[in-house]
Each structure stands twice: as C-alpha cells, then as structure tokens.
C-alpha cells in the first residue's frame, strides 16, 4: 500500500513539477503528516525530491529526474487519453487502476504534451447509457467483472421471465451496448450471453478455467448481434417512400432495417418514390413503425398490413374532420 503511495507522489511531482504537502495529501486521499513521512522515505532511498520554504513554495524533483515517452506525437499523446473509458471502467471497479495508469502516462509525457488529456476531455466525452436509461450499473457487475478478469468459474443465477435458473459459468467478458451490459460465459461448453441486470447471484468457485486463446469477444458479439437482428425482424413488408419517407424511415424503424430497405430500393419514379422491401417484427409492429411516416409511406403488401394501414388512416381522417368543441 504504501510503496504504491510513494511511486503515485514521484509520478504526481514529475506530471505538476510542484506540490505542497496539502495537495499531495489531498490527491492521494492521506493526512499532510503522512506526506511528510512519505517524502523523508523518499530522500532516504535516494530519490532528490527538494522542499521549497516559504509563500509559493511546496514539493518539487530536482536533477532531472523524469521519465520520458520518446517518439509520441500530439495526436498520438491525445489519442491515448481519448480512448479511455472511466465511466465504465470504473463500473467494473477498474476506475482507481484507469487513472493510475494515466497518471504514470501524463508523467512520462514531454513537458510539451502534458496538456493532452485536458484536450481531449475538453473536445469529446462518451455518454453510453441511452437517455432514459436506468442509472448506475448493475448490482452484481463488479462480482462478475472480477470472475472475468481471474478466469474463475462460478455459480451463476439468471433471472429468464417468471423463473430463476442456475448455471455453472466460465465467464469470458463483459459488453456494454447502449448502456446495457452482457456477459458472455461459456456453459457447458457452449458460448451464451446474459444481461448483467437479470443476474440475480454470482458465487465464485474458487476454480480457474482455461480460457480458449483462440475465442474472438468482438467477433462473437457481431455475430450474436446480428442473429438476434434477423431472428426479430423475420417478416418483410413491400414499402413505397417518398423522398422524405426515405429521409425520415430510419427515425421510425430499426437502423438494421433502414440500412436494409436502403440497400434493396428501386429506382425512384418522376416524383422520386422508391418502392423497397423493408424487415419487420410483425404486421402490428410494422403498422405501428410506419404510421410514424404518414403520407410519405404506402404500404403495397402485404394486403393484411395494407388494410390496417388504411383503417388507421381513415380513423385519422374522421378524428380530424369533426371539430373540437369550444
């Protein structure tokens, strides 16, 4: 514990040049006299760390004793620190380890680049959750990140509709998708997927597994993905859509069928219509989807969904035609 304090203050006094003890023991969560102590051990082992007296003064290296990143550019020094993620890092208890490795980063950082991570923090942010998300992460998260990290095998209980099931899982790694996270475990011997928020107990086995050097995480989520997509839009509707239907679709329906309708459209007519196929969940999803684009839609088949469409309009029709009282 206290060798790690003693490394994170050199590394702090080489990113700042200068602290007093009343910043040191604030960012490093100790009392000043601990301060104190930690930099008598320091001047003792031999680093020349150098006490300035006075008004302004504080804790300081002297000697040139700094570690250097040689050969990063500032887009390189920038991107770094751009492509953490704290918010989820620190979700899965990672976030201590995340700023202690960008501490030691910025440390090692030419006096010319030291700026980097306030530029990027000030031009981009990841906000992952979607807005009406439920906050904070799941309970057992951390529980379950810490099995993925250990390769242990554990006892894991799933919530799947009105009942609890239990499995015995070697957990591989955890996702976050549109602020939801899943882990991917292998049971009994077979890759599956659970949301992190329907798990509803994790007990660790003390057994470490061997993990398959050869299974790809990102790999198995696109391909997951993209069964899941074509496994809910199983059914396909004959769309006709104006220039703005065609503008305003991928606000009504799935980006995947979007893309997909984009990709099969025809030639557009004189007035610019295109007629496409587009995938669906079901009719009454389908009609739900489409009456978001009024006019600028026509459903062509099938006649079921046609119907419904029609009906909708007319209900719409009479709905306006008669005035509101007053």
């Given amino acids: 514990m206290r060798a790690a ?5 050199v590394l702090l006094l080489q990113s700042r040049e200068m602290m007093t003890a009343g910043e040191l023991a604030r960012e490093l969560e100790v009392s000043e006299r601990t301060v104190y102590r930690d930099m008598e051990a320091l001047s ?14 504080g804790y300081r290296l002297v000697g040139g004793y700094r570690t250097r ?6 887009e390189e020094a920038e991107a770094l620190f751009l492509s953490g993620l704290p918010g989820p890092a620190g979700e899965m208890g990672r976030g201590a380890a995340v700023a202690a490795a960008e501490l030691k980063v910025l440390a090692a950082l030419p006096a010319a680049l030291r700026d980097a991570p306030a530029r990027a923090g000030q031009r981009f942010h990841l906000d992952a959750p979607g807005w009406f998300g439920a906050a904070g992460p799941p309970p057992l998260l951390r529980e379950l990140a810490r099995a993925v990290w250990e390769d242990e095998r554990v006892e894991l209980r799933y919530r799947r509709g009105e009942a609890e099931v239990t499995r015995d899982a070697e957990p591989y790694g955890l996702i976050l998708k549109s602020g939801t996270w899943y882990l991917v475990a292998r049971v009994a011997g077979t890759p599956r997927t659970y949301r992190v928020d329907r798990v509803t107990g994790v007990r660790p086995t003390g057994d470490v597994f061997d993990r398959d050097e050869g299974f790809d995480l990102a790999e198995h989520w696109r391909e997951q993905a993209a069964a899941f997509l074509r496994s809910m839009l199983r059914e396909e509707v004959t ?42 969940e079901s009719v009454d999803v389908a009609a739900s989807e489409l009456m978001r684009l009024g006019a600028e839609a026509e459903v062509l088949g099938p006649p079921e969904l046609r119907e419904r469409m029609a009906d909708g309009a007319a209900r719409l029709a009479r709905l306006y035609a008669s005035r509101p009282e007053g």
């Fill in 69 to 74: 990143l040689t050969g990063l550019t500032r």
């Fill in 5 to 9: 304090r003693l490394i994170s203050m």
């Fill in 239 to 280: 769309v006709r859509l104006s220039p703005a239907g065609r503008r305003l679709l991928r606000y009504a329906v799935e980006p995947y069928a979007a893309r997909r309708a984009a990709e099969d459209a025809g030639e557009p007519d004189e007035e610019g219509w295109v007629v496409t196929t587009l995938p669906v």
């Fill in 44 to 57: 003792a082992a031999g680093v020349p760390v150098y006490a300035d007296q006075g008004r302004g003064g």
